[in-house]
């Protein structure tokens, strides 16, 4: 079997100094399916507003008789549903199969080589377990390559499979796409061609032309040269403000060549998939209406990045908020065999992860040729940012931090949510993550970007999923709603529960006690009966 590993230094460098984290190796573990709702035990009070299902993904099982998956990231999908009416709730669970007949995804095919399926033609069904995603009122599950199931949002049955390529000359998207107000879907996917590989940004229209209408009418919006177009970049997402999509070219690269000729030089994939410090992170401005790629690029120091938080333009400039590490190697460290370890070497392999941090680059949008150069064109009061022109044509960026210095105590941030209905692309106040003091999430987190104060919900031996936000009915303030957030505990049998908090004061308004286990998961999404939410 293959395991992907970046090439790095034997010489081990030090993020932190934490000590006795307890293992977590049940929140990795196999379930088994419960494909009829089960219900729940409510302790305090769930919304009786809140109606319909929050619905997630992950992996959730690990290995089939003698073979195992070796990478947290290729666990069979799980889908879950918990069903929430009249401040009840139940669950289900259902694997991704195809039209009812499980089809397992190939051990020996980990999550990077199917980000590169145009070299190795994949087997019929792709195990899609990132996220749930919506497409012209649809919903799928999805992963990073050209397959996606299309599901029941209410029995979680499988009722198609998808082939992006059918559509579009692209091998995959991502597990994220972006919507205008009018449900009008972006996303990326690579091709590859005999001059090398290029990024493409995808449109894909909201409206159904009929009932088995699935990605008609998809669109190439934009091909995207990389900076070496034998060495493309991995990438997880991507931004998006009112007027342009932003592709982050980071440093993960993946030399094509190594890859195609590894086999017959007998080579593994992880001698063509590297980090490189040394290469600059670019942003690409693409036009949405034109679908033009803007003539100036943004640079910055290498980074690497797996979610944005959002992006918004105000005052002729594209704030980009985004979640980014100054390593892109930790993604080795979820190895199952190494998210199951315990003692020094768990503490070790922690210790060595770069965190991530909330950041916002400042991107000026006119720039012409009397531009001057070399000087700070970022004018926008108490922004630390900077954003100086090299060239008429290169603008060299630095960050301003979205949060105070206490959130290093709280292991930085990931999985952001905003009110994405509301307030996606536009300037916003409040964002909500998950704090990292494990591998895992260990707390939620709520950030005021004018106070850069957050509150924090934490227990010990929880650890809880994404923060998802649900907007109530006649919201009047941006955090007028609740967070929803699956926790489960890796010290207790059964003891999982759908936590509900009140998303202003981030207090607990009630759980919903699962008598079943279930694994940590990655994304999910609020499947709603309430307009615009």
Not at 22 to 39: A, C, F, G, R, Y
Not at 96 to 111: M, R
Not at 114 to 123: D, G, I, N, V
Not at 405 to 424: C, Q, S, T, V, W
Request: charged letters at 25%; proline letters at 7%.
């Amino acid at each position: 079997m293959s395991i992907w590993i970046f090439t790095a230094a034997a010489q081990k460098t030090y993020f932190t100094k934490v000590h006795g984290l307890p293992s977590i190796t049940p929140l990795i573990s196999s379930v088994q399916e419960t494909p009829e709702p089960i219900p729940t035990t409510v302790k305090g009070t769930i919304p009786t507003w809140i109606h319909w299902s929050l619905l997630r993904n992950g992996p959730g099982k690990f290995e089939f008789g003698n073979q195992h998956y070796n990478h947290w990231f290729d666990g069979m999908a799980l889908m879950h549903r918990f069903q929430i009416e009249d401040g009840q709730v139940t669950y289900r669970r259902r694997t991704a199969s195809e039209f009812g007949t499980l089809a397992l995804p190939d051990p020996c095919k980990n999550f990077f080589q199917r980000f590169l399926s145009r070299f190795e033609m994949p087997k019929p069904t792709d195990n899609a377990s990132v996220n749930f995603v919506k497409y012209k009122s649809d919903y799928y599950v999805s992963t990073e390559t050209n397959y996606m199931h299309r599901v029941d949002p209410d029995t979680l049955e499988s009722k198609q499979k998808v082939d992006w390529s059918k559509f579009i000359a692209v091998n995959g998207a991502t597990a994220h796409p972006h919507f205008d107000p009018d449900g009008t879907a972006y996303n990326m996917g690579n091709s590859y061609r005999n001059k090398g590989a290029f990024y493409n940004i995808i449109r894909v229209p909201p409206e159904r032309n009929g009932p088995e209408d699935t990605l008609e009418g998809a669109k190439i919006l934009c091909s995207i040269a990389p900076r070496d177009k034998s060495k493309p970049s991995y990438y997880h997402s991507f931004g998006m403000s009112e007027n342009y999509v932003v592709f982050i070219e980071q440093p993960i690269k993946m030399d094509l060549f190594k890859i195609v000729t590894g086999r017959l030089r007998g080579k593994s994939l992880n001698e063509g998939v590297y980090w490189d410090p040394n290469q600059e992170t670019i942003f690409h401005l693409i036009d949405k209406q034109t679908g033009k790629e803007m003539p100036v690029k943004y640079y910055t120091k290498a980074l690497s990045t797996f979610h944005q938080i959002n992006a918004f333009e105000q005052d002729g400039f594209l704030m980009l908020d985004m979640c980014c590490s100054d390593d892109g190697q930790s993604i080795n460290n979820f190895l199952i065999q190494n998210l199951r370890q315990s003692g020094e070497a768990l503490d070790e392999m922690y210790n060595t992860m770069s965190r991530p941090y909330p950041r916002r680059f400042v991107l000026p949008l006119n720039i012409t040729s009397e531009t001057p150069l070399e000087q700070n064109l970022n004018t926008r009061p108490d922004s630390t940012a900077t954003a100086v022109c090299r060239t008429k044509n290169q603008v060299f960026c630095t960050f301003e931090d979205l949060h105070g210095e206490d959130l290093k105590d709280y292991g930085g941030l990931e999985f952001p949510h905003i009110n994405y209905a509301r307030y996606n692309t536009k300037p916003y106040r409040y964002y909500y993550g998950c704090g990292f003091r494990h591998l895992v999430g260990d707390c939620l987190i709520k950030m005021d970007l004018e106070s850069k104060k957050f509150k924090v919900w934490r227990q010990p031996d929880l650890y809880p999923s994404e923060p998802v936000f649900i907007l109530s009915p006649n919201a009047e303030e941006e955090d007028d709603g609740v967070i929803l957030s699956v926790i489960i505990t890796p010290v207790k049998d059964k003891s999982t529960f759908l936590l509900v908090l009140d998303a202003k004061t981030f207090e607990e308004l009630g759980r919903a006690e699962v008598p079943v286990n279930i694994p940590y998961g990655f994304h999910g999404v609020f499947n709603s009966i309430i307009p615009n939410v």
